[in-house]
């Protein structure tokens, strides 16, 4: 409900599309105020992140920043924003021209690795801007005679809030303690064309070429980019801005869909894709199509009883199970029951992330439950729970569990 009133007071609708990020760049009471003061910013909170032990405070963050036997939590600011109002990568690069992200476990006089230089991200756009910009800074910094960046870039597993007396600091003490640690260096016009070049992030990825004037690309961004919700990073660029890739295909339309593994093209497609094209395709490369998981969400296979996936899904703590494929959260624990079958069982799906459709195959009449952004078979439903409520019978192999503390990490 606070939040909910802080949206309102700031003028920001309810239905404002919003992210969040955590910065570390020394002292948290300077990188609090300077990220409260840019439009856009929803709210800044000073608190500890990074870490390996829980419930961490000023005074534990203090006794760790010289024992190297522990990974002692960063001093961070929890930064939630409007997209809409202020993009990632000017949030982002705000960040590096604030500090000096070269100094390792210190910012000025501050030293300890509590004050080292931190991003953690939420999402995958996030982590691809950062390193891109990172890429970028370097380049400036190093002109400018600096050393190698030492920020470490990683998701944000959790982030604790700080102590009362540590929020808003500087405007409670309007002469409180607020060092300036810029480089001064800056990003300038020149390099606004080469923030947009890429190279392989490592893994699985897709990059997906595009041309100025190109309706069909428009189409496929419109109806399957920014819908986008998988686990699997996922690019837009010119063709001339991928930098260190290995293609195999003649990029002779757009847009072209490639389907990278650790720098190399294992696969393609040419030319506007649907939704289901897609997500089939993306199927096929991230589960494999020799895949139990393949087999049930595009061939309508079952599990088998009790397997292995069922067994390491049926106990799990609270939270919510996505679709494999797309991302899209479709089942919550709040609705799981053990019916003894020896498949997931569920009392309903989350509102809109499914559709039903007849299925009168093998001589039965049977409602098939389909995830309704990738297609993917994800069982039947019965009317045969208990208190006469429906069963939704589904498939563990197509599913990945999310735990409900975990859930703002969770690619968007």
């Given at each position: 409900m606070k939040k909910i009133f802080l949206l309102l007071a700031l003028g920001i609708s309810l239905f404002a599309k919003t992210e969040t990020i955590v910065?570390?760049?020394?002292?948290?009471?300077?990188?609090?105020?300077?990220?409260?003061?840019?439009?856009?910013?929803?709210?800044?909170?000073?608190?500890?992140?990074?870490?390996?032990?829980?419930?961490?405070?000023?005074?534990?963050?203090?006794?760790?920043?010289?024992?190297n036997s522990i990974t002692n939590h960063a001093e961070v600011v929890e930064v939630v924003y409007d997209d809409e109002k202020i993009s990632t990568q000017t949030l982002i690069k705000h960040f590096w021209e604030l500090h000096d992200p070269t100094q390792g476990d210190r910012q000025g006089n501050d030293r300890g690795n509590n004050y080292r230089s931190a991003l953690y991200y939420t999402t995958p756009t996030q982590k691809n801007i950062a390193l891109q910009t990172k890429d970028i800074y370097q380049k400036l910094l190093s002109k400018a005679g600096y050393g190698k960046i030492t920020t470490e870039i990683k998701p944000l597993k959790k982030f604790y809030k700080a102590e009362a007396y540590h929020q808003d600091y500087l405007k409670k003490n309007p002469r409180g303690y607020c060092p300036n640690h810029a480089t001064g260096v800056k990003f300038d016009k020149e390099t606004k064309a080469e923030i947009k070049s890429i190279s392989p992030l490592g893994g699985k990825e897709i990059v997906v070429i595009e041309a100025a004037h190109?309706?069909?690309?428009?189409?496929?961004?419109?109806?399957?980019?920014?819908?986008?919700?998988?686990?699997?990073?996922?690019?837009?660029?010119?063709?001339?801005?991928?930098?260190?890739?290995?293609?195999?295909?003649?990029?002779?339309?757009?847009?072209?869909?490639?389907?990278?593994?650790?720098?190399?093209?294992?696969?393609?497609?040419l030319g506007y894709m649907n939704e289901k094209r897609f997500y089939r395709a993306l199927g096929e490369f991230k589960l494999?199509?020799?895949?139990?998981?393949?087999?049930?969400?595009?061939?309508?296979?079952?599990?088998?009883?009790?397997?292995?996936?069922?067994?390491?899904?049926?106990?799990?703590?609270d939270g919510v199970f996505v679709d494999k494929i797309s991302g899209d959260i479709l089942f919550d624990t709040k609705d799981r029951f053990n019916s003894g079958s020896g498949w997931l069982s569920f009392y309903k799906a989350v509102d809109g992330a499914t559709i039903e459709k007849t299925d009168n195959a093998f001589g039965m009449r049977r409602v098939e439950i389909l995830a309704k952004k990738s297609g993917a078979h994800l069982g039947h439903?019965?009317?045969?729970?208990?208190?006469?409520?429906?069963?939704?019978?589904?498939?563990?192999?197509?599913?990945e569990f999310v735990p409900r503390e975990k859930l703002k990490a969770w690619k968007k």
């Open positions: 910065f570390g760049a020394g002292c948290f009471w300077g990188v609090e105020k300077y990220f409260s003061n840019l439009e856009g910013v929803i709210d800044a909170t000073s608190g500890y992140a990074g870490g390996d032990f829980e419930n961490p405070s000023y005074k534990k963050v203090l006794r760790y920043r010289s024992d190109c309706p069909f690309c428009e189409k496929f961004k419109k109806d399957v980019v920014e819908n986008y919700t998988g686990n699997l990073p996922l690019r837009v660029a010119k063709e001339s801005a991928l930098k260190g890739f290995d293609l195999k295909t003649k990029i002779a339309g757009t847009p072209a869909i490639l389907f990278i593994e650790d720098g190399h093209e294992r696969f393609s497609h494999g199509v020799s895949s139990e998981a393949f087999d049930v969400a595009f061939n309508k296979s079952t599990d088998r009883r009790f397997c292995k996936q069922y067994d390491l899904f049926k106990h799990t703590g439903v019965f009317d045969d729970a208990p208190g006469g409520k429906q069963r939704f019978c589904i498939n563990a192999t197509v599913l």
